[in-house]
Nanobody
Protein backbone atom coordinates (compact mmCIF):
# COMPACT_ATOMS: atom_id res chain seq x y z
CA UNK A 1 0.00 0.00 0.00
CA UNK A 2 1.28 3.44 -0.92
CA UNK A 3 1.33 6.09 1.81
CA UNK A 4 2.54 9.68 1.63
CA UNK A 5 3.51 11.55 4.80
CA UNK A 6 4.32 15.27 4.74
CA UNK A 7 6.38 17.11 7.32
CA UNK A 8 8.10 20.44 7.76
CA UNK A 9 5.18 22.85 7.86
CA UNK A 10 4.80 25.55 10.46
CA UNK A 11 4.84 29.26 11.05
CA UNK A 12 7.39 31.62 9.55
CA UNK A 13 7.69 35.37 9.14
CA UNK A 14 7.52 36.96 5.68
CA UNK A 15 10.83 36.56 3.89
CA UNK A 16 11.62 33.39 5.78
CA UNK A 17 12.15 29.84 4.58
CA UNK A 18 10.68 26.41 5.18
CA UNK A 19 11.49 22.98 3.77
CA UNK A 20 8.69 20.49 3.30
CA UNK A 21 9.28 16.76 2.97
CA UNK A 22 7.04 14.01 1.61
CA UNK A 23 8.08 10.49 2.51
CA UNK A 24 6.57 7.72 0.39
CA UNK A 25 6.17 4.11 1.44
CA UNK A 26 6.06 1.39 -1.18
CA UNK A 27 8.37 0.69 -4.07
CA UNK A 28 6.93 2.89 -6.83
CA UNK A 29 8.47 6.24 -5.88
CA UNK A 30 11.33 6.33 -8.38
CA UNK A 31 9.02 5.75 -11.38
CA UNK A 32 6.31 8.18 -10.25
CA UNK A 33 5.50 11.78 -11.00
CA UNK A 34 5.46 13.75 -7.77
CA UNK A 35 3.91 17.11 -7.03
CA UNK A 36 3.08 19.63 -4.34
CA UNK A 37 -0.33 21.25 -4.22
CA UNK A 38 -1.71 23.85 -1.84
CA UNK A 39 -5.09 25.13 -0.78
CA UNK A 40 -5.77 28.31 1.13
CA UNK A 41 -9.10 28.89 2.89
CA UNK A 42 -11.82 29.82 0.41
CA UNK A 43 -9.73 28.97 -2.63
CA UNK A 44 -9.31 26.05 -4.98
CA UNK A 45 -6.40 23.68 -4.71
CA UNK A 46 -3.55 24.75 -6.96
CA UNK A 47 -0.48 23.04 -8.31
CA UNK A 48 2.69 24.48 -6.79
CA UNK A 49 5.40 22.35 -8.39
CA UNK A 50 5.86 19.03 -10.11
CA UNK A 51 8.83 16.76 -10.73
CA UNK A 52 8.83 13.74 -12.99
CA UNK A 53 10.82 10.54 -12.72
CA UNK A 54 13.63 12.07 -14.80
CA UNK A 55 13.91 15.10 -12.54
CA UNK A 56 12.25 17.58 -14.87
CA UNK A 57 10.40 20.27 -12.96
CA UNK A 58 7.56 22.72 -13.47
CA UNK A 59 6.41 25.52 -11.19
CA UNK A 60 3.43 27.77 -10.74
CA UNK A 61 4.25 31.30 -11.85
CA UNK A 62 3.57 32.57 -8.34
CA UNK A 63 6.45 30.55 -6.85
CA UNK A 64 9.05 30.56 -9.65
CA UNK A 65 12.42 31.70 -8.39
CA UNK A 66 11.41 31.22 -4.74
CA UNK A 67 10.51 27.52 -4.42
CA UNK A 68 12.57 24.49 -5.42
CA UNK A 69 11.20 20.98 -5.76
CA UNK A 70 13.51 17.99 -5.58
CA UNK A 71 13.48 14.28 -4.97
CA UNK A 72 15.72 11.59 -3.49
CA UNK A 73 14.86 8.23 -5.03
CA UNK A 74 17.08 6.35 -2.57
CA UNK A 75 15.13 7.78 0.36
CA UNK A 76 11.78 7.75 -1.49
CA UNK A 77 11.31 11.34 -0.40
CA UNK A 78 10.32 14.54 -2.19
CA UNK A 79 11.15 18.02 -0.94
CA UNK A 80 9.94 21.56 -1.41
CA UNK A 81 12.38 24.27 -0.41
CA UNK A 82 10.43 27.48 0.06
CA UNK A 83 12.35 30.75 0.28
CA UNK A 84 11.28 34.38 0.40
CA UNK A 85 7.92 33.32 1.73
CA UNK A 86 4.97 35.69 1.47
CA UNK A 87 1.71 35.81 3.43
CA UNK A 88 -0.10 34.66 0.30
CA UNK A 89 1.87 31.41 0.45
CA UNK A 90 -0.06 30.45 3.58
CA UNK A 91 -2.02 27.26 2.87
CA UNK A 92 -2.24 23.56 3.51
CA UNK A 93 0.40 21.92 1.35
CA UNK A 94 -0.19 18.37 0.17
CA UNK A 95 2.03 16.01 -1.76
CA UNK A 96 0.75 13.96 -4.65
CA UNK A 97 1.98 10.86 -6.44
CA UNK A 98 0.84 9.78 -9.88
CA UNK A 99 1.78 6.56 -11.64
CA UNK A 100 -0.02 4.61 -14.37
CA UNK A 101 -3.29 6.46 -13.78
CA UNK A 102 -3.27 5.98 -10.02
CA UNK A 103 -3.16 9.01 -7.73
CA UNK A 104 -2.24 9.14 -4.06
CA UNK A 105 -2.32 12.05 -1.61
CA UNK A 106 -0.72 12.89 1.67
CA UNK A 107 -2.68 14.29 4.60
CA UNK A 108 -1.30 17.82 4.21
CA UNK A 109 0.80 20.14 6.31
CA UNK A 110 -0.06 23.71 7.29
CA UNK A 111 2.22 26.57 6.28
CA UNK A 112 1.51 29.96 7.83
CA UNK A 113 3.41 33.08 6.81
CA UNK A 114 2.72 36.10 8.98
CA UNK A 115 4.38 38.69 11.13
Amino acid sequence: QVQLVESGGGWVQPGGSLRLSCAVSGSIFSSSVMAWYRRAPGTQRELVARIDSFGSTTYADSVKGRFTISRNNVKSTMYLQMDSLKPEDSAVYSCNLERLGLVYWGQGTQVTVSS
